[in-house]
């Protein structure tokens, strides 16, 4: 079992920066990715970054450039860097975590936490 746990989130103006957690504990053993995904109200779920256990990141196209994704792996730690936000950004904001287990992939939430963008 996997346990993830966002914090960081809150209230900012636009052009405003905020940095999300994700700090995850139990076994990860054959982690394969984490990522970052948000979801605003009245619209689907959509991953925002994601880094592989390698460390490869990637990013959405509507944060390039703004949004960075980082790991520490000696604190199980992910996070999601957010600078220039903007309005569009405003979501609940899920960490996520895919374990391979054998041939079964396990995939983990967060909680999540709420994001917003607003003057």
């Known amino acids: 079992q996997v346990q993830l746990v966002e914090s960081g989130g809150g209230l900012v103006q636009p052009g405003g920066s905020l940095r999300l957690s994700c700090a995850a504990s139990?076994?990860?053993?054959?982690?394969?990715?984490m990522g970052w995904y948000r979801q605003a109200p009245g619209k689907q779920r959509e991953l925002v970054a994601a880094i592989t256990s390698g460390g490869s990141a990637s990013s959405a196209d509507s944060v390039k450039g703004r949004f960075t994704i980082s790991r520490d792996n000696a604190k199980n730690t992910m996070y999601l860097q957010m600078n220039s936000l903007k309005p569009e950004d405003t979501a609940v904001y899920y960490c996520?975590?895919?374990?391979?287990?054998?041939?079964?992939?396990?995939?983990?939430w967060g909680q999540g936490t709420q994001v917003t963008v607003s003057s």
């Open positions: 996520n975590c895919r374990i391979l287990s054998g041939v079964v992939q396990y995939n983990y």
């Open positions: 139990g076994n990860m053993f054959g982690l394969k990715a």
